[in-house]
């Protein structure tokens, strides 16, 4: 089964602790069954990806 890079909406819940960068580019360390916030840059409503690393 391969890795899929889903996209989480602000307001979601964060499913993995770990860091999350969002559209603008900023990162964000964030804990399991956190809400995902808004934009650090723009606090607007964003998707924020998993960081592999």
């Given at each position: ?11 979601q ?11 603008s580019?900023?990162k ?7 809400k ?18």
């Amino acid at each position: 089964m391969k890795q899929e890079y889903r996209e989480y909406r602000t307001g979601q819940g964060v499913p993995v602790k770990g860091y999350y960068m969002c559209q603008s580019g900023e990162k964000a360390k964030l804990n399991k069954d956190e809400k995902f916030p808004a934009c650090p840059v723009s606090g607007n409503e964003t998707t924020w990806k998993h960081e592999h690393s």
